[in-house]
């Protein structure tokens, strides 16, 4: 396992997952590569339902996040090559309890939001589809509540998802993640990665 990371605007290291391999790119931004077929998805119909494998072994860059609200944001880009290839903001509890803000290939080949909340088994949700190759993304902490929200232009967010992980706050980890379910792989991109320590005003516009 390589070395935390230490990044000027988050007040917290990110550890990266065994195995895993992130970097700093010239510019500051995060760079992960997801191996084959990696992905964390608990299918709510069990093994063999569906199409959609429950997978656990997906790549992570994981920190512990000071008390109190907070919105960690980043400017996701990837490297698509396969349905379901994504760059997330992940929230992190066990293996059982997590949720994630995925810029996603969907089954039509288009760029799209797409979220998963996981309590026991995932409750996987689009959002809208995005005209272009990067997106931004955010999540907020407020009280037990968090929320999620998606930017085309770093300004006007669309709300995506309010949900809870429950009330055990200080097991929760927040980070980045990526994936290839479905691929042999693709190249994730987190730049502008910032961490503010402010309550949102409301969770419905995201201002």
Known sequence: MSDALELPDLPFPLTPSAGSTW???EDGAVVGQAPPRTDLYVNPGGAGAGDAESL???????GEPPEGDFQLRARVAV??????????????????HW???CFERSP????????????GV????NS????????WLRVSRVGRVYAYHASTDGVDWALVRVFTLGDVLAAHRVGLEAQSPTGDGCT?????????PERLHDLRDGS
């Not at 995932?122 to 949700?125: L, N, V």
């Not at 809208?128 to 997106?135: A, E, H, L, M, P």
């Not at 994730?188 to 503010?196: G, I, K, P, T």
């Open 23 to 25: 970097h700093l790119d």
């Open 56 to 62: 656990a072994n997906a790549v992570t860059l994981l």
């Open 79 to 96: 490297d698509f090559a396969a349905t379901f290839d994504a760059g997330v903001l992940l929230l992190w509890q066990d293996a059982t």
């Open 99 to 101: 949720a994630k803000l």
């Open 108 to 119: 039509a080949g288009e760029p799209m939001v797409v979220s998963v909340v996981t309590v």
């Open 122 to 125: 995932s409750d996987d949700a």
């Open 128 to 135: 809208f589809v995005v005209d272009g190759r990067s997106v």
């Open 188 to 196: 994730v991109r987190f730049a502008d990665v910032v961490f503010v």
